[in-house]
C-alpha cells in the first residue's frame, strides 16, 4: 500500500510546479535526488536500509524555496523574464518567512503533510553538521546533504571542487568572508567524514561516481 505520508515523484514535481520553482533549480534537485537514489540503492545491496521513496522526494523538494535566499532585486539572476504569477506567489512566500533559511521555510510548509520528509529537508542545512539538534543522522538525511554538495547546478562534481565554488558563491551573495572561513574549516572536514563513511559502505571510488557512471551502471 502506498505511503501517504510520503510524495510520489509526480506529486514531488506537482509540489515544484505549484510554488514556481525555476527550471535550473529544478534541474538541480533531479540531479541530487539521482546521485543520492544510486548511492542509496548501493548501501542496500550492501545491506543498509535506505528508504528510497523518502530519499528522492527529500531530494526533489529539498530547494523548494531556494529562490527565497536571494533578494527580489536578484531575481533576475534567473535569466528569464519572471511572469507575474510568479513574481506574486514568490512575494508572498518571502513576505511570510522574511530571513528563515530556505531549508528551514521548505521544512514549515511541508511538516505537516509529510514530517519526516520535511524533517529530513531541514536537515540539509550547511551548517546542520554542527547543530546537536539538527545534524543529518539517518541514511536519507545524510544521502540528501552529501548529494546536494556534490552536485553543482545540475553537474556532479568532486566534493572539494563544488564545495570551493559554494563558498566563493556564498561571500559574493551573502557576505562576510571571514566568517565564513571560520565556518567552513567546522564543516568541509565533517562532510569528507560524511563521505568516507558512504562511500566505505559502497565499495565504490567517490571521483568515479558522475552522471555518465551512474547511467552506465
Ligand atoms: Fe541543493
Not at 510548509?109 to 531541514?122: E, G, H, S
Not at 570551493?164 to 572536514?189: F, I, M, W, Y
Request: glycine letters at 2%.
Amino acid at each position: 500500500m502506498k505511503d501517504c505520508s510520503l510524495p510520489t515523484r509526480k506529486e514531488c514535481l506537482a509540489i515544484l510546479a505549484e510554488y514556481h520553482v525555476p527550471p535550473h533549480i529544478v534541474s538541480h534537485s533531479k540531479a541530487v535526488a539521482k546521485l543520492a537514489v544510486f548511492l542509496a540503492q548501493r548501501l542496500n545491496e550492501n545491506g543498509e536500509a535506505v528508504d528510497v521513496t523518502l530519499l528522492e522526494g527529500a531530494c526533489l523538494l529539498h530547494d523548494l524555496l531556494r529562490v527565497h535566499d536571494f533578494k527580489e532585486s536578484d531575481y533576475n539572476r534567473f535569466e528569464r523574464n519572471l511572469p507575474e504569477e510568479e513574481r506574486a506567489k514568490w512575494q508572498q512566500i518571502r513576505a511570510k518567512y522574511k530571513a528563515i533559511p530556505h531549508e528551514l521555510a521548505a521544512h514549515d510548509i511541508l511538516k505537516d503533510k509529510y514530517p519526516v520528509l520535511a524533517l529530513t529537508i531541514k536537515r540539509h542545512r550547511y551548517m546542520a553538521l554542527l547543530d546537536e539538534k539538527d545534524r543529518p543522522e539517518t541514511w536519507e538525511e545524510k544521502l540528501l546533504y552529501y548529494a546536494d554538495k556534490r552536485v553543482m547546478h545540475d553537474k556532479i562534481m568532486p566534493l572539494k571542487e563544488r564545495l570551493a565554488e559554494g563558498h566563493k558563491r556564498n561571500v559574493l551573495l551573502h557576505g562576510s568572508a571571514a566568517q565564513s572561513k571560520t565556518n567552513t574549516a567546522k564543516v568541509d572536514p565533517l562532510i569528507e567524514e560524511m563521505e568516507k563513511e558512504i562511500f566505505e559502505k559502497t565499495g565504490l571510488d567517490p571521483l568515479e561516481v558522475t552522471a555518465e557512471f551512474i547511467d552506465s551502471y
